[in-house]
Nanobody, 120 residues
Framework: EVQFVESGGGLVQAGGSLRLSCAAS????????IGWFRQAPGKEREGVSC????????NYADSVKGRFTISSDNAKNTVYLQMNSLEPEDTAVYYC?????????????WGQGTQVTVSS
């Protein structure tokens, strides 16, 4: 069974940093696209970042460019999201999921999410 477990969330002050982890099981992340998404209360889920583990190419939402960095450790079957200069608007539950491509294909196997709360 394909599963993700997200971790690393917490409460941080504005300007602080967190590193989220997305540990995959039931498949290897090699040659796949792993995306980070987030959903704030009362808002729709939005894409944050995605990485193609085959070539390391990445993309980011405009709202996080320059502040967040996605990376993968294929040996650990884990994808990370380093979040710096956090803002209260980054408060949300963060999820990861898998697809065949970072664009144009649906994502699936959603994890349970990890809560990120940024205080002002």
């Amino acid at each position: 069974e394909v599963q993700f477990v997200e971790s690393g969330g917490g409460l941080v002050q504005a300007g602080g940093s967190l590193r989220l982890s997305c540990a995959a099981s039931g498949f290897t992340i090699d040659d796949s696209a792993i995306g980070w998404f987030r959903q704030a209360p009362g808002k729709e889920r939005e894409g944050v970042s995605c990485i193609s583990t085959s070539d390391g190419s990445t993309n980011y939402a405009d709202s996080v460019k320059g502040r967040f960095t996605i990376s993968s450790d294929n040996a650990k079957n884990t994808v990370y999201l380093q979040m710096n200069s956090l803002e209260p608007e980054d408060t949300a539950v963060y999820y990861c999921a898998v697809s065949v491509s970072c664009s144009g294909s649906p994502f699936g196997a959603w994890g349970q999410g990890t809560q990120v709360t940024v205080s002002s």
